[in-house]
């Protein structure tokens, strides 16, 4: 039996795929003009999230590295800990970082690279060889 036929007017609101909230709060703090509260992130999520969900986002993220967070009077102000590239640089360390054999990983992961990438992989290195530019 369907949710019409039980008597409901309106179909279910569609489930959020894994992880898309966590994605929708990143991108809200990463608008922000500094650090924000739940509430404010809440409030820009719309589609009437409970409070309670988005605290738990937000502490799933901070567990994660993901954002930072400050006390602020009985809460916390939060705010995204790196942008979209670093965000994705961390994922990147976390696989490579659960698994045994490093050096087949890094080395699978080069020869996948297409040859613009591979190269542009080189130069990074070779720049962090040379030490920071100061």
């Known amino acids: 039996m369907t949710y019409r036929e039980r008597g409901g007017s309106q179909p279910r609101p569609r489930r959020r795929g894994q992880g898309e909230l966590e994605v929708q709060v990143l991108a809200v703090l990463r608008q922000a003009p500094g650090p924000v509260n739940a509430g404010w992130v809440q409030k820009r999520l719309g589609d009437g999230l409970a409070y309670t969900t988005v605290i738990t986002i937000l502490t799933r993220l901070y567990d994660k590295g993901v954002v930072t967070r400050e006390r602020a009077g009985r809460s916390f102000e939060w705010r995204a800990a790196a942008d979209e590239a670093g965000l994705a640089a961390l994922r990147m ?9 490093r050096e087949a990983v890094l080395a699978r992961f080069v020869t996948a690279l297409s040859a613009d990438d591979e190269q542009l992989l080189r130069g990074l290195l070779g720049d962090a060889e040379d030490g920071p530019v100061v």
């Open 93 to 101: 360390r976390r696989v490579l970082d659960a698994e045994a054999d």
